[in-house]
């Protein structure tokens, strides 16, 4: 059981400010995903929890205990890393008992903790073998018992799928997400780049950006209602479709008039909102469709991705204008180099101002 809360939490080498301002409260069992683009500080932030980097500025408490001049060792955190740093010459079992005989526990404690990992962790008919003769997801398995064993209060995972290939993604995915099942008291952080670990993992999303939180929530409050159009455009992949414009008409609904001279009307109400404001009108690729009406968007398809189930469109730039890309249900391939029309239902549009949604004014 752990609650997590960090307050005003800064970090800077020198004059350089690599975080700064990061509040969050982190709920006891909650599974949360740190994410963003390189170089924004999720790593930083997680090694700050840990204890492995200095808070410059700021609090961060577990169970309402100040954290910040404790010791790694005295904080009740086991950490995952990316590499399975394995000792090579030892086996499984050795590997995960291995932090329970420096701490100098019974030799039954030991036993009971490490059998009880392996079980959780499907490891029972490998703990004899040395870590040459198991896959690269059994190791990362065995790195996360020895977490497991500890019995902490806080786990957290540095990247732990990265070194892995895609199916071995796949399977540890669900083995993680299996594992959480199972300790459902367990609070975890855990740190990726890849937005399915972070979609299908975590109970709250904590994206990253400029040194700074820009939106936390649930993976499908991020994905239905982003704040901001970063969050829009780093969640989802194909990204979120933006296209200039102004609004047209004010009310419950929103009328929008595009550059590119198409129309839309959007389900957000805007009565304290001027006429021929401009607005980033944003539509994912799978909300957008053929047509039926005055379309929102006509272009020429440059190129088609066929991957079975859906078809990705590319749509020649128009001008300055980011390409547009459209996702849609079945095989299309006979598209490429056709103009086709799209429009999108009103409730799946978004508006943006200033880099801000409509949504939260």
């Given at each position: 059981m752990a609650e997590l809360k960090l307050s005003n939490v800064a970090k800077a080498y020198g004059d350089v400010k690599v975080l700064k301002d990061i509040n969050l409260d982190i709920k006891t069992g909650e599974l949360i995903v740190?994410?963003?683009?390189?170089?924004?500080?999720?790593?930083?932030?997680?090694?700050?929890?840990?204890?492995?980097?200095?808070?410059?500025?700021?609090d961060f408490t577990i169970d309402g205990v100040r954290m910040n001049d404790v010791p790694p060792a005295q904080r009740g955190i086991a950490m995952v890393f990316q590499s399975y740093a394995l000792y090579p010459h030892m086996t499984v079992r050795q590997n995960m008992e291995f932090a329970l005989k420096i701490a100098k526990k019974s030799a039954a404690e030991i036993n009971a903790a490490v059998e009880k990992a392996a079980r959780i962790l499907q490891l029972t008919p490998y703990l004899e073998r040395l870590p040459k003769a198991l896959s690269g997801g059994q190791r990362q398995r065995v790195a996360i018992g020895r977490a497991i064993v500890r019995d902490p209060k806080v786990y957290l995972f540095d990247e732990p799928l990265s070194n892995l290939d895609a199916a071995l993604r796949v399977a540890t995915r669900i083995e993680i997400a299996q594992l959480k099942e199972a300790m459902p008291d367990s609070t975890m952080i855990y740190v990726t780049h890849d937005q399915v670990e972070a979609m299908t993992l975590a109970s709250r999303i904590v994206v990253l950006a400029g040194g700074g939180i820009s939106q936390v929530g649930t993976p499908l409050d991020l994905y239905q209602r982003p704040e901001n159009e970063f969050v829009a455009q780093f969640i989802g992949?194909?990204?979120?479709?933006?296209?200039?414009?102004?609004?047209?008409?004010?009310?419950?609904?929103?009328?929008?008039?595009?550059?590119?001279?198409?129309e839309a009307l959007a389900d957000i109400p805007t009565t304290s909102v001027d006429l021929g404001l401009k607005v980033n009108l944003g539509v994912r690729p799978e909300d957008l469709v053929p047509s039926t009406g005055i379309p929102l968007f006509t272009g020429q398809v440059e190129i088609t991705e066929a991957l079975g189930e859906v078809t990705l469109l590319y749509f020649a730039r128009q001008g300055e204008a980011a390409q547009v890309v459209a996702k849609l249900p079945g095989i299309h391939s006979g598209l490429r180099h056709s103009t086709v029309s799209l429009s999108a239902d009103p409730s799946k549009i978004h508006l943006f101002h200033s880099g801000r949604s409509l949504l939260y004014r």
């Open positions: 740190f994410v963003g683009p390189s170089g924004c500080g999720k790593s930083t932030l997680l090694r700050m929890i840990a204890g492995l980097e200095r808070i410059t500025g700021g992949s194909p990204a979120m479709n933006l296209m200039p414009g102004e609004i047209t008409a004010t009310g419950a609904q929103t009328r929008i008039r595009l550059a590119n001279g198409g």
